[in-house]
């Protein structure tokens, strides 16, 4: 049972144009989500998150959204780059106030092209 | 962040023989965490190492399969044992970090292929 989906395998964006990264939950106990960036040969790299509490944060380039009713996350970048280019995994955690074990969706590989 | 050091970064092995992992972080950490992602896959918890207790294994994992060391707060081994084609994996080691230990902190991972 995928707790954690992320329904697309792969995203095709122009560079400039706005990447949206979509996840999907259905444990409704998970409280933090978090998104991270793969790179071929290296290990997943933190990019940022979201506490239960809040619909909105914002770091830079990248925006996350969250929909508590809707059981539903996205990962805005503006404007996209070819640096961009990765595999992104979504993740949800249900221990409150701290890191536990995280679920991982399957990730979703963006490619920005000129 | 932490810095995490993880050897091999890859191996091909023999089915029927183990293989050991190790990781290494620079700073102290109560938690480390060990994680297999196979090919097409998510990442999934193997299991926490806590420093002297064993470690705490996830469903559809056990401890005969997987023993993991965790001998202080720096550093832990991951040891796939009997290995068969199955376990041809990424294997990722994890400790705990950030504002309030809500982000988790990955090294490069161990890409392993049994032949």
């Known amino acids: 049972d995928q707790q954690v989906k992320q329904n697309s395998p792969s995203l095709s964006v122009q560079e400039g144009r706005i990447s949206i990264l979509n996840c999907d939950y259905t444990?409704?106990?998970?409280?933090?989500f978090l998104w991270y960036k793969k790179y071929p040969a290296e290990g997943p790299t933190f990019l940022i998150s979201?506490?239960?509490?809040?619909d909105k944060n914002e770091d830079g380039r990248f925006t996350v959204f969250l929909n508590k009713s809707a059981k539903h996350l996205s990962l805005h970048i503006v404007p996209s780059q070819p640096g961009d280019s990765a595999v992104y995994f979504c993740?949800?955690?249900?221990?409150?106030?701290?890191?536990?074990?995280?679920?991982f969706g399957a990730g979703t590989r963006l490619a920005v092209h000129p | 962040s932490a810095v995490i050091s993880q050897k091999p970064s890859r191996d091909i092995c023999q089915r029927g023989t183990s293989l050991t992992i190790q990781c290494q972080v620079d700073?102290?950490?109560?938690?480390m965490f060990w994680y297999r992602q196979q090919p097409g896959q998510s990442l999934t918890l193997i299991a926490t190492?806590?420093?002297?207790?064993?470690?705490?294994?996830e469903s559809g994992f056990v401890i005969d399969k997987f023993p993991i060391s965790r001998p202080n707060l720096t550093f832990s081994t991951l040891t796939v044992s009997n290995m068969s084609p199955e376990d041809s994996s990424i294997y990722l080691c994890?400790?705990?970090?950030?504002?309030?230990?809500?982000?988790?902190?990955f090294g490069q991972g161990t890409r392993l292929t049994v032949v």
């Open positions: 994890s400790v705990e970090g950030g504002t309030g230990n809500t982000e988790a902190f």
């Open positions: 444990n409704s106990m998970f409280d933090y």
């Open positions: 979201i506490s239960s509490i809040k």
């Open positions: 993740a949800a955690s249900a221990v409150p106030g701290g890191y536990n074990k995280l679920i």
């Open positions: 700073s102290q950490v109560t938690m």
């Open positions: 190492a806590n420093q002297g207790s064993e470690a705490t294994y």
